[in-house]
Structure formats: structure tokens, C-alpha cells
């Protein structure tokens, strides 16, 4: 009986879950095509529909909510990205960031990662709490520290200030420490017998082993670095280091549809990313969850 109830529970909170889910995304999705659709209106239809809002000095005139304009248009598109020279050197900004950061995780996390699984040290437990801890810590709750730490050494208004304190991530850590638990001791144990020091047992038998965690790692950690905000905002004295995502006000200060046009160009690069990497990045969390939980019922038992 106790056992139907906890099923019960169990159900429903898997459907509340899947619920919020699919709201979160379709309300996401009807934004980004509320935003797609604006960026196809002629400068008229957008005084027409939305001069109220854009002319709040007007009072006689009202907003009407449209999504379908009258006249397509692609001005804004070609005066942001061929008349519009900034907008591509931002974007370099950001593939400047975004690159080296996606890298340098996608390294330490996973030695890290390897390193909490393969071997025991003192502390250990500890260390790996204080990981979980640090994930629930915002990150803009780190920025005051950082900036200090960046101005000490120097470091402000240049790209490594940026890089330098998103090199570290505790949530690549754990997530690579979860999916090498799965990795067997009976392999290590082959590769010592053959003669194998640690570093030739990680690239030449872990890392095959770890392709499918380290491309999910990859995929979550670019995307998050192509859209940073604050770090940029405050660590970039000159405001044309800015990356394309702190920028975006700056290229479409002059008119709205400039600036829409510019959201869309922006989320192609990650939405070509992930497209190509969506099946790697359900395996490697798939099956990480799955090893964890696994453990933990294997502790329980």
C-alpha cells in the first residue's frame, strides 16, 4: 500500500515536472518567433502596429499586438550585418570568449572529473561538497571577488578577465565525475599489467570512454559562454571588447528592428551547435543520471 502511495507521488511529480518543462519551452518558443516575425517589419507597419510604445509622447495613439506584417521586409538584416561593421566585430568578441572558455573547461573538468572517480586522497568527500556547494551559488553572487582579483593583477579591460574565472567549473567537474564512475576497474587494472603509466591509461583508455560526456560538457558550457552578461559588462573598461551578447543594445540603440534582426543572427551559432550535438548531449547526461542513481541505490542496498 505504502508502496502504490509513493508510486503515486512519484507519478505525479514526474508529470508536474514534464509539465513545467514543455510550458517553459513552448512560452521560450513563442518568443523567439514573436522576435523572428518582428524583424520582418517594414519600418511603417512597426509605427503602425507599435507607435504607441515606441512614442510614448503620443497619446492618441495605442499599441496593436501584430505578428504577421503587412510588408516583409529585410532592411534591418542587411543594415545590421553588411552595413552595420560592428556587429561583426563583436561577434568576434564573443567567439573570442566563448571558444577558449568551452576548451579550457571542457579540460580541467574532465581530469578533474577522472581524477575524484580513479583516485583517493585525503579530503576527497570534502572537496567534492564543496564542488556541490559552489554550483548553487550564483555567479554573479562572484563577480565583486573577481573584479578585485582582476584588478590586482592587472587583468581588467582585457579577454582574459572574462576566461580566466570561468575556466573552473564545478558543474563540468561533478558532471564528468558522475559519467567516469561508470568507467570499470578492470580496465585499469589491463592497462597497468601491460605496462601503462596514468597518462597513457587517461588519452588512450578513458577519454574514448568519455567522448559522450565531454561533448554534452561542450555543448552546455558554449552556450553558456556565448551568453555572458555580466562579467563582460563589468570587467570591459572600453566598451568595444564587449562580446555580441553584453553589445546587443549598442548595435540596435538607433531602431528596433536592428536590434531584432540582431537577436536572431545572435541564436544561430548556438542553435547550429546544439542541432549537431543534441544526441550527445541526451547520452552524456543520460547516462551520468543513470550511473548516479544506480550508485546511490547500490549504497542504499
Known amino acids: 500500500m505504502k508502496g502504490r502511495k509513493r508510486d503515486r507521488r512519484k507519478n505525479k511529480g514526474i508529470v508536474l515536472a514534464q509539465f513545467v518543462v514543455y510550458l517553459t519551452g513552448a512560452v521560450t518558443l513563442l518568443m523567439i518567433l514573436y522576435i523572428g516575425c518582428l524583424s520582418l517589419f517594414s519600418v511603417s507597419d512597426l509605427t503602425k502596429s507599435y507607435g504607441g510604445v515606441l512614442n510614448p509622447g503620443v497619446v492618441s495613439q495605442y499599441a496593436s499586438f501584430t505578428v504577421i506584417p503587412e510588408h516583409l521586409s529585410i532592411t534591418q538584416y542587411r543594415s545590421t550585418l553588411w552595413n552595420n561593421s560592428d556587429f561583426w566585430y563583436y561577434f568576434w568578441n564573443s567567439v573570442k570568449i566563448s571558444l577558449p572558455v568551452t576548451l579550457a573547461v571542457c579540460l580541467t573538468a574532465t581530469c578533474g572529473g577522472y581524477a575524484f572517480a580513479r583516485f583517493r586522497f585525503p579530503g576527497k568527500k570534502a572537496l567534492l561538497f564543496l564542488f556541490i556547494l559552489f554550483m ?166
Open 136 to 301: 548553487m551559488i550564483p555567479s554573479q553572487v562572484m563577480i565583486p571577488s573577481q573584479f578585485r582579483l582582476m584588478y590586482e593583477m592587472g587583468l581588467l579591460n582585457s579577454t582574459v578577465s572574462v576566461i580566466l574565472p570561468n575556466v573552473f567549473a564545478p558543474f563540468g567537474v561533478y558532471l564528468m565525475y558522475q559519467y567516469a564512475l561508470k568507467l570499470p576497474g578492470d580496465i585499469f587494472e589491463a592497462a597497468a599489467i601491460d605496462g601503462a603509466g596514468e597518462l597513457r591509461i587517461f588519452f588512450s583508455v578513458v577519454l574514448p570512454d568519455l567522448i559522450s560526456g565531454i561533448a554534452a560538457l561542450f555543448l552546455l558550457t558554449v552556450i553558456d559562454a556565448w551568453n555572458f552578461i555580466e562579467q563582460p559588462l563589468v570587467f570591459f573598461l572600453d566598451p568595444f571588447r564587449l562580446p555580441l551578447s553584453a553589445a546587443m543594445n549598442r548595435i540596435g540603440e538607433a531602431r528596433v528592428l536592428s536590434l531584432c534582426a540582431g537577436c536572431i543572427v545572435f541564436m544561430i551559432p548556438v542553435f547550429l551547435v546544439f542541432l549537431l550535438g543534441k544526441d550527445r548531449l541526451v547520452e552524456g547526461i543520460g547516462q551520468s543520471v543513470i550511473k548516479a542513481d544506480s550508485s546511490v541505490k547500490g549504497r542504499k542496498g
